[in-house]
């Protein structure tokens, strides 16, 4: 103890699980159990009616399970029974032929020599069925009905010895008493383990005989209503303590804690320490194994109801270290200690991650007004470098395909103007694909027209707030360090008088008026 008050401090407390519940403490009422803590599953069947003829149907098995007592009178009985019935047999034989008138005849030859009354039969018949053979009694060869008795007794002798012993040899080889070797702890613990809520037990083994493939499972029995208003009593839940890892297969050569993660599948997804108190449930441990010495399967049980599972609490370790050998402490083996755990489920611990921050979380405006002026963004240095890469290798096959058609026919100032100009707030244009589809379709026609037609959008888009346009561009001043793009002398806008719109076409006019 003062070992492990080393290693757990002085802040732990050991809890001992078989105290009585002190006054302050509110008594919950006993309720019946389904399995109890030995394992006997507390059912009984009634009302069968005309199914009781199944019984024996399966005679051989109805005996193994029949108690101890009843197998021995019914062992008993048996052999009493058909003693008596084949003495009598023998004894009717000799009283029809005679022989009893005739026992101490030298001359007289009976069916079963010194056989002249029923003691004297029985002890022939005993002596037959034991093949203990005296010699004092026999059969003689004048008695063809003594003959064929005897052999309908050999074979009716060797059928009730197989059954009975066999009977007898199945009880007491059955492994249950090597059950009562396999310890289960009193409760079940509730505590964190690897950063998660987990429900945990503790299972040992008390001799040195291993079992072979040891396998453990565990049902939650606990009545509900369907959505349908089915009520469904003692319904029977799967509890996962390891199935899809191999957790469930046991090495038991020492006591092993049996864990079970509460996650969103599990049946304490919901589960809290006020909860508990009020909730009615049995969780039902079944540990298989192969028995080493016999190679007999061996299952142990146990439960633990609601009132024996213990919040924030945890195992006291069993296990220390001597010179050359591991030993195992069975005094600690049900003993636990308290440890800091949420009071909380599952459920409620994701919920309450879930919520948003208001500190970190930002406002849906300001995010939309971020991604929007990253969308708009965009970057004339790379413009100019991709331009001047298409300058010095001669050809244009890097530019957009928009750049492209507008560079093939000739449109040389055009292009300068866009690539060059830069917004106010320094969002650039990467490529005409940017522009408004209106200025597309312009810039792509080879005509004159068009060119007029480009350059009077270009100022009339004025002040909108629309920095993919190119007028847009052209309207703004550039940022400091770019130059402002050169107007060339033969620009239709430095021809025109005052009013441009005079030397457009009436369609291009009327839509300028609308704007």
């Given at each position: ?25 509110q008594v919950k009422k006993k309720r019946q159990r ?90 022939f018949f005993i002596e037959t069925e034991a093949t ?384």
């Open positions: 103890m003062a070992a492990l008050r080393r290693k757990f401090g002085e802040d732990y407390q050991v809890v001992n699980t078989n105290q009585a519940p002190s006054f302050a403490t389904f399995v109890d803590k030995n394992g006997r599953c507390n059912v009984q069947h009634g009302n069968l009616g005309g199914e009781t003829s199944r019984y024996l149907s399966d005679l051989f098995t109805t005996l193994v399970d029949l108690k101890w007592r009843w197998n021995l009178l019914i062992f008993i009985l048996t052999y009493t029974i058909a003693w008596l019935v084949m003495a009598s047999m023998w004894w009717i034989i000799a009283y029809i032929r005679g022989d009893l008138n005739h026992g101490h005849d030298s001359s007289y030859t009976p069916c079963v020599a010194n056989v002249y009354n029923f003691p004297s039969a029985f002890l203990i053979g005296y010699g004092y009694r026999y059969i003689t060869e004048k008695c063809p009905e003594g003959i064929i008795l005897f052999l309908f007794q050999s074979l009716l002798g060797s059928i009730v010895d197989a059954f009975l012993i066999g009977c007898m040899f199945i009880k007491m080889s059955q492994p249950k008493k090597r059950a009562e070797t396999l310890m289960f702890s009193q409760d079940a613990v509730i505590s964190q383990r690897d950063g998660r809520l987990c429900l945990m037990f503790r299972v040992g083994n008390l001799r040195n005989s291993h079992m072979v493939s040891a396998q453990i499972r565990c049902k939650v029995i606990k009545s509900r209503q369907t959505p349908e208003g089915e009520f469904l009593p003692l319904d029977q839940c799967e509890l996962d303590v390891g199935f899809g890892t191999g957790a469930d297969q046991l090495f038991l050569v020492s006591p092993l804690t049996i864990c079970h993660e509460i996650n969103p599948k599990s049946p304490f997804f919901d589960l809290s320490q006020r909860s508990l108190m009020n909730e009615q449930f049995e969780i039902v441990v079944i540990l298989e194994g192969i028995v080493e010495t016999t190679g007999m399967t061996c299952q142990a049980r146990t439960s633990y109801t609601e009132d024996e599972v213990l919040w924030g609490h945890r195992f006291l370790p069993v296990m220390s270290l001597e010179e050359g050998f591991f030993r195992v402490d069975y005094s600690q083996f049900h003993s636990t200690f308290e440890v800091n755990t949420p009071p909380y489920s599952v459920k409620e611990h994701e919920e309450k991650n879930s919520l948003p921050s208001p500190l970190s979380t930002p406002t849906p405006a300001l995010a939309e007004g971020h991604s929007a002026r990253r969308n708009r963004v965009f970057s004339v240095d790379c413009i100019n470098t991709t331009v001047e890469r298409a300058r010095q290798g001669g050809t244009v096959g890097r530019l957009p395909s928009k750049l492209q058609r507008m560079s093939s026919s000739g449109k040389e100032d055009l292009q300068r103007k866009v690539l060059m100009l830069g917004s106010q707030h320094s969002e650039k244009a990467c490529s005409t694909g940017d522009l408004p589809l209106k200025l597309q379709r312009l810039s792509s026609s080879p005509s004159p027209t068009a060119q007029n037609r480009l350059d009077l959008k270009s100022l009339k888009v004025g002040f909108e707030p629309m920095t993919q346009s190119t007028g847009d561009l052209y309207q703004h001043s550039p940022p400091s360090g770019l130059s402002p793009a050169p107007v060339p002398l033969h620009s239709p806008l430095l021809s025109a008088g005052g009013r441009p719109e005079e030397n457009l076409p009436a369609k291009l006019r009327k839509m300028n008026a609308d704007r």
